[in-house]
């Protein structure tokens, strides 16, 4: 019963940095696993990272080093720190929820409870 908002996206440059949001309403996430999926056209849904309850973290090799999921549980808010963007990063990226940390983290093959309406992401 988890709704998720995403902000933040935008044009950057190449080299450059954003930071994107996630808010949640009607539950907390606390009680969930959650992480960031992106996705571009005629391409397969990508998870980028992921964060479980207690704050461990994974990230997909293609961003390793490059971005950070964080999370607020006070404010019921994730968060995607990017950094070092390339054009390849270009997507549309997607905030969620889930009991598995390998469905949010994407290591595992399932599409995750709860899904925000995305957020574009261009570098150039």
């Known amino acids: 019963h988890v709704q998720l908002v995403e902000s933040g996206g935008g044009s950057v440059q190449v080299g450059g940095s954003l930071t994107l949001s996630c808010v949640a309403s009607?539950?907390?996430?606390?009680?969930?696993?959650m992480g960031w999926f992106r996705q571009v056209p005629d391409r397969e849904r990508e998870g980028v990272a992921g964060?479980?309850?207690?704050?461990?973290?994974s990230y997909a090799g293609s961003v390793e080093g490059r971005f950070t999921i964080s999370k607020d549980n006070v404010k019921n808010r994730l968060y995607l720190q990017m950094n070092s963007l390339q054009p390849e990063d270009t997507a549309m990226y997607y905030c969620?929820?889930?009991?598995?940390?390998?469905?949010?983290?994407?290591?595992?093959?399932?599409?995750?409870?709860?899904w925000g309406q995305g957020t574009q992401v261009t570098v150039s």
């Open positions: 969620a929820a889930d009991l598995s940390f390998g469905v949010v983290s994407g290591t595992q093959r399932g599409v995750p409870q709860y």
């Open positions: 009607g539950d907390t996430i606390g009680r969930y696993c």
């Open positions: 964060i479980d309850n207690d704050g461990s973290t």
